[in-house]
């Protein structure tokens, strides 16, 4: 499926016509939840020739679904919880993604595990890689990323430097695979699209439509404009990851399925400041810390703590920050300072709740349920693993649709923008020469969108100045603002700035100084005003400012009531998915 193909666009007619479409027909399943589970569930039930709507309150992925590591792994640390299922089936999928689903968006990154204890470390963790490796072969399919290789500490230093020399005695070298979590669900999203499903952001699901005890759809609320519509569905999938318990209260009473919310913090520092020509593993006393490379920079996370506060906007406290900062520091032998911080965000984790206190403990593993007829629910897991997820969700929604269903395809659909990039990246040099962008450039846009290239190009070519990069967040073309508008479905500046690009956690200006720039390249596609630039601009400031001033506090607590200072651009009605 490449641009040439007609891949489906989510610009706000296509937002309205949406609506309109939902409004008007009964479907067979309507999704609540634009994350990637919800984008997964969408994709899967189009691809099967069921009809489908999908409805998220704010933004595409925006919760857990843009704020995560950004891996897509198997989880080291499961194979020591001997879940050796949930490991083969995430590394599995690893696969799938590498090199089938979305060559252009998920690629191989090394990682090295500096050894600290001499003797039985080494063939400890060099058995567990044994198998990690081992369990990443599946049908059809090569592991996608080399195997792993012990090192002496000497050969070690040459591709980690700024490790300190005293801080291990050797390492073991391993791969795996990381994402551009947010881009990935939005392009989910396009590709569901195109295969017929209709999709909307900014609508909030308030209830729903019930005949006697069966759900029969939801009742919507456009927040852009405050319109009412009902959505009548044969089947409802309840995908609000963090959000799932609120989601049930709505039905009537907590459902099957409690969900814990467990904080993930993590920190975005320039690629100058570790000098490494690989990412690094830490254990931690509570779990493993990640520094991974991104573009030019790193990030460096995580943290795991329960989280019962704002779901919406989880905050980083100083105590977050200090922690990351500390653990990192004991192996590199020049510290880093708050200072090199660039960009912090936090992510919730939705797990499983169970006999377990410590959120490190409790399940990654998902659980799909029919609590009433007509809904389904699903909960748990991790990124890796969306498209099982999504699978096992839409045949419970088969199931209670009772009629014949073709199984779920999505192993063999390539995302939109797959088909064609390993021969337009072979090309880069000729597509440099005929669009006039450095082949630097060109090889930016192609692993951001891969044979969707040309809606880009075409984009310079109607306006010669959107070739220009932003200026002060240069890593972004003009271009590639008012695609995010046009095909993206970015409805606000925070949209464009934190999900489409990563210009918030990437620059020390945190976007405040690209805003007005921003701003004004949406203008146009989306039909705003001076006074909706303004407003804009203005929201956006009052959020950054708000989250600096909650990175300074020391609990939670107060972190949050500062983060939540900040007033959205479109705010929600109550609870909220």
């Not at 009052?542 to 607590?557: M, V």
Request: charged share 25%; glycine share 10%; proline share 4%.
């Amino acid at each position: 499926m490449t641009a040439r193909m007609g891949t489906a666009r989510l610009g706000p007619a296509e937002r309205a016509t949406a609506l309109r479409r939902m409004a008007a027909q009964e479907l067979d399943v309507v999704v609540i939840g634009g994350g990637v589970v919800g984008a997964g569930v969408a994709l899967d039930a189009a691809t099967r020739g069921l009809t489908v709507g999908l409805l998220e309150t704010r933004d595409f992925a925006s919760g857990t679904s843009s704020r995560s590591s950004k891996l897509i792994h198997g989880g080291l640390r499961y194979l020591e919880q001997l879940n050796f299922d949930l490991v083969r089936e995430a590394l599995q999928e690893r696969a799938l993604l590498l090199q089938r689903i979305a060559p252009h968006l998920v690629r191989p990154v090394p990682f090295l595990f500096p050894l600290t204890h001499l003797g039985w470390e080494r063939p400890y963790v060099g058995a567990g890689l044994t198998l990690y490796d081992t369990l990443g072969f599946s049908l059809g399919f090569t592991r996608g990323v080399p195997g792993h290789r012990h090192l002496s500490r000497r050969r070690a230093l040459r591709l980690a430097p700024a490790l300190r020399r005293t801080a291990f005695s050797g390492a073991v070298q391993y791969w795996d695979a990381q994402v551009d979590d947010a881009r990935y669900v939005m392009t989910m999203l396009r590709t569901a699209a195109t295969y017929g499903a209709e999709v909307a952001s900014r609508a909030q699901v308030v209830g729903f439509l019930r005949e006697g005890e069966r759900v029969t759809g939801v009742r919507a609320l456009d927040l852009e404009d405050g319109v009412e519509l009902d959505v009548r569905a044969r089947q409802v999938v309840n995908a609000t990851g963090v959000w799932t318990d609120d989601i049930q209260e709505l039905v009537g009473g907590r459902g099957q399925i409690h969900v814990r919310a467990s904080k993930g913090v993590h920190l975005v520092v320039p690629r100058d400041r570790i000098h490494s020509l690989t990412g690094i593993i830490l254990r931690t006393e509570k779990s493993v810390l990640f520094v991974i490379p991104w573009g030019r920079h790193w990030i460096i996370g995580t943290t795991d703590t329960r989280w019962d506060l704002d779901r919406a906007h989880p905050a980083a406290s100083r105590s977050d920050i200090d922690y990351v900062l500390e653990h990192v520091n004991r192996v590199l032998s020049v510290p880093l300072s708050r200072d090199d911080v660039e960009g912090v965000y936090a992510g919730l984790r939705p797990l499983l709740s169970g006999e377990s206190e410590e959120t490190s403990k409790l399940s990654r593993e998902h659980v799909v349920a029919h609590p009433v007829p007509g809904l389904v629910m699903v909960a748990g897991g991790k990124y890796t693993t969306y498209r099982v997820m999504a699978r096992d969700a839409v045949d419970a929604v088969v199931h209670g649709l009772d009629q014949r269903v073709p199984p779920s395809c999505t192993d063999r659909i390539p995302l939109a923008g797959a088909e064609g990039y390993q021969a337009l990246w072979n090309s880069r040099q000729r597509l440099a020469g005929s669009s006039g962008l450095h082949v630097a450039r060109i090889e930016h846009l192609l692993q951001r969108y891969g044979s969707l290239i040309d809606e880009v190009i075409t984009l310079i070519e109607r306006d010669p100045s959107l070739a220009l990069p932003l200026t002060g967040a240069d890593d972004y073309l003009r271009a590639e603002i008012v695609h995010a508008a046009t095909h993206e479905g970015a409805r606000h500046l925070n949209d464009a700035l934190s999900r489409r690009t990563h210009i918030s956690i990437e620059t020390f200006h945190r976007g405040l100084a690209v805003a007005e720039e921003v701003a004004e390249l949406m203008a146009g596609p989306l039909g705003w005003d001076d006074e909706q630039i303004k407003r804009e601009i203005e929201h956006y400031t009052k959020r950054i400012e708000a989250e600096r001033l909650s990175q300074e506090q020391d609990t939670d607590q107060e972190a949050d009531a500062i983060r939540l200072g900040a007033p959205e651009i479109v705010p929600v009605v109550g609870p909220a998915s």
